[in-house]
């Protein structure tokens, strides 16, 4: 349950309060007016408004006590949007983490984090992921809550060689919307050997048990739909031609599938799919830039359907300082997303309910170039422009329609002077 981060959140928290140590607090207070083409994502119905987002930032970081090898970091960041045109979206986003890092010797060590996100699900486009992309939901209306927890432990075996072992649980919500629910929980273990400085080599096996929301239809009500996934991956980090670093993961993959039932009626089948995620890029870093390139592939659930979903995903980073003062970065990338979701009906001949399986196939392309120029020590301006594109939308072979948002941006950033204490 998302309880659960803010749980881990609360006590991180409770322990920093309670401890004495070296603690350093940082406040920041970010702005910006953003205007859209297309605000809320329609494809029938396409709005142009703007919107004032105030983002103050709260960061609390250190040492536990006297534990020197305890090491934490809490941060707080909620946005209030304010649109100019459109009544009754106004509202408070809110993000949370925290980390802890524990060693408990010169070779092994603990680590956790939480996180917590809550955005309106009309206001998507104020969840934009790092790639650039930002969110395709079934059902627009609602909150969208995203809560997750991590445990991580990792041991040097030796100079070349290293273990790590994670377990994780996600909850993935949506209050006052048709958009499905699901929870899940995961473990991975991963083990990887240094054949000289620049080539590293290993592999890793990971597990994921995801239990989807049990829903009401016409039909009656519906059982919750259960999905395992495994991978198996080859692990390879090689950095060559003046560092330049290629990373690749990747191998086979087996989705297990229970689909729900109506309450009361036999259950459909369960299927087996052998499929391959894989992350793979190429990047370098210089003193004035720095550069990616990424292809992934891998299993998402955040889409608001009852079954699970592969994400297929390409994107091209690049950033450069031009001179003391300005610094750009350019965006651009496509993904896919394709799902095979469970759903039932009713036969309208016989009144029977039967159940049946819909995919959709969902093309998204974007990018982005900004900009930001250092006004001094503390402050900074942001401006840019962005576009995004769902090029190619299918349910069962059907064309839906398309959809087109430019988008303007202007900002300032603030970072006070960090508190010590």
Known sequence: MRILAISVLAMALAT??????AHQFEFGLDQDIRVE???????????????????????????LGKLDNAEYTVNYSPSYLVY???????????????????RLSPKETVRTSASYLEYSSIRATSQINPDGSFDILADEEGDTIRAFVNLGYSRSMDARSGLNLDADFQDYAFDKSR???????????????????????????????????????????????????????LLVFYTFAKDYNFRFQGGPSVIYTQPGSIVGEPAPASETDLTYFMDISLSKEE????????????????????????????????????????QSDV???????????????????????????????????????????????????????????????????????????????????????????
């Not at 119905?45 to 703007?50: I, K, R």
């Not at 989807?212 to 996934?229: A, H, L, R, Y």
């Open 179 to 233: 958009n499905v629910g699901n929870k899940s929980i995961g473990a991975s273990g991963s083990y990887t050997h240094g054949w000289s400085p620049r080539l590293t080599v290993g592999g890793s096996l990971s597990t994921r048990y995801r239990l989807f929301d049990s829903q009401t239809s016409d039909s009656g009500s519906i059982n919750s739909s259960k999905v395992t996934v495994s991978n198996l991956n």
């Open 84 to 102: 100019f045109e459109t009544d009754g979206v106004d509202g408070l986003d809110n993000r949370a983490q925290a980390n802890l890092d524990f």
């Open 287 to 326: 003193q004035k830039s720095s550069y990616m390139l990424r292809y992934s592939r891998n299993e998402d659930a955040s889409g608001g359907t009852n079954g699970t979903s592969i994400l297929d995903s390409v994107s091209a980073q690049f950033s450069l300082d031009l001179g003391e003062l300005w």
């Open 331 to 421: 965006v651009v990338g496509w993904n896919r997303r394709q799902s095979v979701n469970a759903f039932i009906y009713v036969d309208p001949l016989t009144g029977t309910p039967l159940p049946f399986s819909q995919e959709s196939k969902l093309h998204q392309i974007w990018g982005r170039i900004g900009f930001a120029r250092r006004l001094g020590e503390k402050m900074s301006a942001t401006l840019g422009f962005s576009y995004r594109r769902i090029a190619d939308y299918e349910i069962n072979d059907i064309d839906q329609p398309k959809q087109d948002n430019y988008t303007g941006f202007v900002g300032m950033n603030y970072r006070f002077d960090a508190y010590i204490f």
């Open 16 to 21: 920093v309060s309670t401890v004495a140590g």
């Open 37 to 63: 083409s297309n605000m809320f994502n329609s494809s029938e119905f396409p709005v142009t408004d703007g919107v004032y987002r105030l983002l103050p930032i709260f960061e609390l970081s250190g040492r």
